[in-house]
């Protein structure tokens, strides 16, 4: 399943508020960058205002929001990589996306 996937369906669970943080959460654990979770909640966010959502439930999603964001105590944000620290590589003829630490390129 596609993170959108994931995160609507972590939406629709009987305890969404925290089935929704957890989702986002191991997303990010599993190398989901910034901008494909910020783009999938807001993805989900457009299509629940599109059927009349109340203002409580889009708080609760600006609120996973800030967290990835880090727009929060530091002890409750998610820690995520941004795009940036993937790189494209060509191998044969062969795209492949490999997480890059940057320290490491830094040197």
Known sequence: ??????????????????????????LAREGISREILDDSLGSLLDLKRDHGMNEADEELIAA???RLHGWCHESRAIPVRSAADT????VNGIDSTRTVNSSFVAR
Request: no cysteine; aromatic share 6%; net charge negative.
């Open 1 to 26: 399943m596609t993170p959108l996937e994931q995160i609507r369906y972590a939406w629709n669970s009987i305890d969404r508020v925290e089935s929704l943080n957890r989702t986002v959460e191991r």
């Open 64 to 66: 996973v929001g800030d």
């Open 87 to 90: 790189t494209t590589v060509t």
